[in-house]
């Protein structure tokens, strides 16, 4: 288990935009990501890789909606989603690992698991939904889609548009966490709670029932990292480093940072909600509980990222 890192793939950022979304596309993106960390592999690294899926559960949202629609087919509850966009991005991610190990002379095996995450089914996030899915729309459009669907919640996100958002409860337990850890044990590069996680809440000693929800991914990853002794959560996203006063003239990228530093830019509200914040707080809780460093960075950084030559790294 020595030198057990995480990676956390942005669901956003295997749909580079609205024009190039279709599964090809998406496969495209994977591989580039998957190349990057089979660098990382091969400079002796056991790796774990996490995925999102918002934009993944949006598009299958809206499939059933005009299914629907169009030919009465039944709906698929959103968990169903979850669950089917995990399997569909794990098995791309698996895919493209093996073929990348095969080309670098590699000597690793891949496996996803289909990963529930329990959650409380009292988490306030159920009444005030935060968790986006889906495309980005301008005002305009989701003012249209609101009068389709009056029980649809949309925000504006980070400056990019708007978003339908769906509840994302806190994520309490892994519940295939023994499963993970005895794939890494034998040697494995595993692909877990994908989308967060298949939201689940229990219902007796070892019984559970999925509820409609999106677990952030990166909260889920946190946890497992946790759960798993990772010691290291590497968080990938649209940007080389983490940025202070983002978007401003006065904006500045954030090399090496400790916890404390990190807490006092989340009181002085650098980051976005919904885009970079839960990023953060999920760093936060892993070095505060059991990590030893956080580096967030985007994909094509990331062997760099490993050996200190760039990124945003985030330590005790």
Known sequence: MEKLVIVAIGGNSLVKDNGRNTIQDQYEAVCETAANI?????????????????????????????????????????????????????????????????????NKKVASVITQVEVSKDDPNFENPTKPVGSFFTLEQAEEMRKEHPDWVFIEDSGRGYRRVVPSPKPIDIVEKDAIKSLIEAGYVVVAVGGGGIPVVKTGENTYDGIDAVIDKD??????????????????????????????????????????????????????????????????????????????????????????????????
């Open 38 to 106: 089979a660098d990382m592999v091969q400079e002796g690294y056991n790796v774990v890789v996490t995925h999102g899926n918002g934009p993944q559960v949006g598009f299958a949202l809206q499939r059933c909606e005009i299914a629907n629609e169009v030919s009465g087919m039944p709906t698929i509850p959103l968990v169903n989603c979850v669950a089917d966009t995990q399997g569909g991005i794990g098995y791309q991610i698996q895919q493209a690992l093996t073929n990348e190990f095969a080309k670098k002379g590699i």
């Open 219 to 316: 909260f889920a990853t946190s946890l497992l990292a946790e759960q798993i002794d990772a010691q290291t959560l590497i968080i990938t996203t649209g940007v080389p480093q983490v940025c202070i006063n983002f978007g401003k003239p006065n904006q500045k990228a954030l090399e090496r940072i400790t916890v404390e530093e990190t807490k006092q830019y989340v009181r002085e509200e650098h980051f976005a909600k919904g885009s970079m914040l839960p990023k953060i707080e999920a760093s936060l809780i892993f070095l505060e509980k059991s990590g030893s460093s956080v580096i967030i960075t985007n994909p094509e950084s990331l062997k760099d990222a490993i050996t200190n030559k760039a990124g945003t790294h985030i330590v005790k």
